[in-house]
């Protein structure tokens, strides 16, 4: 079985006060977020205790809380089902404020069509829109090469968006 774990974070407000959300996602049981939770909370040192870890399952994670800034890098490419790719953007848009921003970044068409071995799906600025539309706006798209510590480059496409309004 084959297994990744990434990490997103999201800003969550509450009486403006306001609270960095570090998520720990895991595609396998087999990951092991304890051991990465830990290794991040020692890089941080005291400053962890301002983060609040979420250890979840990208496919079944569902938020208590609402979030203004939603951060994905290298979290949504590895998403491949439509199944788990519409679970995904449910949850971000069931628990995003009203006024939420999205920033999503993969491995863009020029990227790679693999990462550590895991088939990932690639996206252009048109299909990252188009999938994510029902529930966003476009605000402005990036590409970025990502210089690997292997001396390799990986083309990103970066996207923010708008949660549209419902009425």
Known sequence: EQFFGVWFFALHEHKNNFSFLLFILAFSKL????????????????????VKW???D??????????DFWHD???FHF???????ETYINTIQNSMSPEGVLVVGTFSENGPAKCSGIEI???????MTERLKKFFE???CITVDHKTPFDTI???IFCSFRKLQTV
């Open 121 to 127: 799906k690639q996206y252009s600025e048109t299909t």
């Open 73 to 75: 890098r290298a979290a």
């Open 54 to 56: 979420i250890v979840a």
């Open 154 to 156: 990986q083309n990103f």
């Open 31 to 50: 990951f092991n977020t304890f051991e990465s939770v830990v290794q991040q909370a020692q890089r941080l040192g005291s400053k962890a205790a301002k």
């Open 79 to 85: 998403l491949t089902d439509e199944k788990e790719i």
């Open 138 to 140: 476009k605000i402005k």
């Open 58 to 67: 990208a496919a079944g994670f569902v938020p208590t809380e609402q979030y």
